[in-house]
């Protein structure tokens, strides 16, 4: 029985030290100032590259770290998730322990003199007019009115902006909204990407939609700037036909900036390349099989009879005719490929193949890049939880706006007799970010009051 | 000189010299250096504006889409801004250093500036025209918060050694005679000061907020994905952070003024690196490229 009391109390106290710290805004600093080093991280270093990349780029100790830590990947890390979830749980609390709770200040009589901002004004006349007069001009400004006596005198509380006391809690809830927003994405949403070469089918897994890239098309114009010539990009365009759950084709059109919507999914342009199509012949034999075949940059095919392999490794638009090396125009005038041959994984050098000219890579075998075909490279991405990111920042923007534009403040005011015929208007001013703020605010209400009462 | 051209030089020849002026004033607190500093900002920030629609009617190009274009929004919104708080809360003294750094800017776009191009296919977006012109001037908001951070934090150190100088430049008591002090005193007092970085960082981080949300509606639009942990979203977010820091330092007074500037100092060097050094040292999708 005392030991079950014992542990009682114990736990009572680990969550009484639990709550204190989570909703202490110091400790929401110390939690922010991790996620931005995290952050900070991932922008300096490169993610999501091989290990044996960041041991050619960083000290060996420190390339262990990045890749042990899963600094590489540092945003999907655990670290990363916890801080995140550290802050929503310190969020919370705070939420419900400090800013819920937090009410007006009560209506009470204050030392008007001992509060930073105060001021003093005599005016001739009778109190009672005069507090009427004050209560006027402070209602007329849009100030809430209340009246209460404390101890036979008669205390004027003037409130502006009260409601903007919410203006915290509306920030940190479009904050959490956010949060639930992208886990939404993580428990329920997928993206991916596929290459479609012009001509094909293919069936996106998740979706099972089905598109064929009907003609991919880019312009590309070249512009003398003054540090020479640039070949820029003006267009990106993939004219495919979709067939979506209801099973009808239909004719779109994807562009850069321009997704379309299948079934909820959306599919955006993101990269297009040059497959490639060879002749592969052995002692003048032609091979049906990989002269069909249309390879991607990187794929490769290993030479019959040998142990050799070729590789595709890139297209090149244009070939500088002068050097024999590729130019950088990134249009298609003179085309070329980049063909690696290697033997049993060893490389044995590459060649720059003309399109229509030969190459012998061993074992009798002639390859002839015989014509390209350009592919058209989709992302697409299903993400239930936009609506839901959309609301959590209009909230949270909403919440900034409040807190900062609007601020809660309060007047204590006092009408005494001064002598005769006179008296002495006292008020001090009370805000919920200190006095500074409220400083020459408070001074110009104090003028006015002054000129227009007194 | 085509119109464009002339109007940027005007425009920086306005700040060289109104930050010049301004800077003496500060010193020397004669009002009539003033009165030449305050329109020459007002001048070249006009110039600025005009150079930008000049560009846009010349070449039927969005400008702000190089570092040249969006420098130049940068130095001008950073001047827009320092006037709007100059005439509001009187603080003509600090005018020189706002000018002096946009002048820094402007020059330092002008050495990107590469002639008209069409802007590459991810660029061709409305977004373009809602996000860069917001996420530029929350960074203006935040320079202006960094002038009148490092003005606070000069005062505070160069106060705190002495009781004395410190009574004075707090505003209590008449200044001992020396003329550091008097000089001192002659600037808000510290917790005005505060009040003044609190204000303009009010003003960035509502704009950073937005800048971040409408940049991942557009990244939604062009990339696919609303965030994509690229190293320009990501730096943003990291000043963002920064930012929400200062916000939530800013509600204790114990933290309020000495410390909060110096996150104020930390978060417009985030800013920096975030603009400039982002786009130089760290490729990315920002960066442009199909
Ligand atoms: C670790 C999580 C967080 C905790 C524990 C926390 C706690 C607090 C507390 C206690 C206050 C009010 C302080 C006071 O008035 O005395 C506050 C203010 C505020 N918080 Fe948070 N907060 C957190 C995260 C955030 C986030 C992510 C945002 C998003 C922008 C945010 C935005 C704000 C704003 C705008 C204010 C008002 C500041 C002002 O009026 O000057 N907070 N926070």
Request: avoid cysteine; aromatic fraction near 18%; charge should be positive.
């Given at each position: 029985m005392t030991q079950a009391v014992q542990r009682q109390g114990v736990l009572l106290m680990w969550y009484a030290d639990f709550v204190r710290t989570f909703g202490n805004v110091l400790f929401a600093v110390s939690l922010f100032l991790v996620w931005g080093a995290l952050t900070l991280i991932g922008v300096i270093v490169e993610q999501g590259q091989d290990a044996a990349l960041y041991f050619q780029a960083y000290p060996a100790p420190l390339a262990r770290a990045i890749v042990r830590l899963g600094l590489d990947n540092v945003y999907h890390s655990p670290w990363y998730v916890g801080i995140v979830g550290l802050i929503l749980l310190s969020l919370g609390v705070c939420t419900f322990k400090r800013v819920i709770p937090a009410?007006?200040?009560?209506l009470r009589a204050v030392?008007?003199?001992?509060?930073?901002l105060h001021a003093e004004i005599e005016a001739p006349g009778e109190c009672e007019t005069l507090r009427r007069k004050v209560a006027d001009f402070f209602a007329s400004r849009g100030w809430q009115l209340r009246e209460r006596t404390f101890g036979g005198v008669e205390w004027t509380f003037a409130d502006k902006h009260?409601?903007?006391?919410?203006g915290v809690l509306v920030a940190h809830a479009g904050f959490v909204i956010i949060a639930a927003g992208t886990t939404l994405f993580w428990a329920r949403g997928f993206s991916g990407e596929t290459a479609i070469l012009t001509g094909q089918t293919v069936d996106?897994?998740?979706?099972h939609a089905r598109i064929r890239l009907d003609d991919f098309a880019y312009r590309i114009t070249p512009i003398m700037t003054k540090s020479g010539m640039v070949y820029q990009p003006v267009d990106y365009v993939s004219h495919v036909t979709v067939t979506g759950r209801d099973g009808v084709a239909r004719k779109m059109t994807v562009r850069v900036n321009h997704p379309i919507d299948v079934d909820g999914t959306l599919y955006y342009q993101a990269s297009y390349g040059f497959g490639a199509q060879f002749t592969v012949s052995r002692n003048g034999v032609r091979d049906a099989p990989l002269s069909q075949r249309t390879f991607l940059e990187g794929d490769s095919f290993d030479v019959p009879g040998t142990t050799r392999a070729v590789v595709y490794e890139r297209f090149v638009?244009?070939?500088?005719?002068?050097?024999g090396a590729p130019a950088a125009?990134?249009?298609?005038?003179d085309p070329a490929v980049v063909l690696g041959v290697s033997d049993t994984g060893a490389s044995l050098g590459e060649a720059l193949v003309p399109l229509r000219t030969w190459i012998d890579v061993g074992g009798e075998t002639r390859v002839v890049p015989r014509r390209y075909v350009l592919y058209s490279g989709f992302q697409y991405r299903y993400d239930p939880g936009v609506p839901l990111v959309g609301i959590g920042a209009f909230v949270l923007l909403s919440g900034l706006v409040i807190a900062f534009y609007f601020l809660p403040a309060r007047l204590y005011v006092r009408v005494d007799a001064a002598g005769p015929g006179r008296c002495r208007i006292g008020a001090a001013a009370t805000t919920v970010k200190g006095y500074d703020v409220f400083e020459s605010q408070f001074a110009r209400l104090m003028v006015s009051l002054n000129t227009e009462v007194a | 000189m085509p119109l464009d051209e002339l109007l940027i030089a005007v425009a920086l020849c306005a700040y060289v010299l109104g930050a010049l002026a301004l800077l003496a004033y500060f010193f020397v607190r004669t009002p009539w250096l003033r009165d030449v500093g305050i329109p020459l900002a007002v001048l070249g920030c006009i110039a600025q504006f005009a150079q930008l629609i000049a560009r846009f009617e010349l070449?039927?190009?969005?400008?702000?889409?190089n570092l040249y274009g969006s420098l130049s929004l940068f130095a001008a919104m950073s001047v827009a801004i320092y006037i709007y708080f100059a005439f509001r809360?009187?603080?003509?003294?600090?005018g020189g250093f706002v000018l002096a750094l946009s002048a820094i800017f402007l020059a330092y776009g002008v050495?990107?500036?590469?002639?008209t191009m069409p802007p590459v296919p991810s660029l061709q977006s409305y977004w373009a025209k809602i996000h860069v012109p917001i996420v530029v001037s929350s960074y203006a908001a935040f320079l202006v918060a960094f002038v009148f951070s490092c003005i606070y934090l000069v005062k505070y150190y160069a106060t705190a050694g002495s009781p004395a100088l410190a009574r004075a430049a707090g505003g209590?008591?008449?200044?001992?005679?020396?003329p550091v002090l008097l000089w001192l005193n002659g600037l808000p007092s510290l917790a005005q000061l505060d009040v003044i970085v609190y204000r303009a960082v009010a003003i960035g981080l509502p704009l950073i907020s937005v800048g971040i949300i409408t940049g991942a509606m557009w990244a939604k639009e062009a990339?696919?994905?609303?965030?994509?942990?690229?190293p320009k979203e990501t730096a943003a977010l990291l000043s963002w952070i920064i930012y929400a820091g200062y916000m939530h330092l800013h509600t204790r007074p114990n933290l309020r003024g000495t410390f909060t500037a110096w996150v104020s100092v930390i978060g417009f060097v985030s800013i920096v690196f975030c603009y400039l050094g982002v786009n130089i040292l760290i490729s990315g999708l920002h960066s442009y490229k199909m």
């Open positions: 009410r007006l200040p009560p030392a008007i003199d001992k509060i930073p009260n409601w903007a006391r919410r996106v897994p998740q979706t638009p244009t070939v500088d005719r002068a050097s125009d990134p249009r298609v005038n | 070449t039927h190009v969005w400008p702000l889409l809360y009187r603080l003509w003294f600090a050495t990107w500036y590469e002639g209590a008591g008449a200044p001992a005679g020396s990339w696919g994905a609303y965030w994509q942990w690229d």
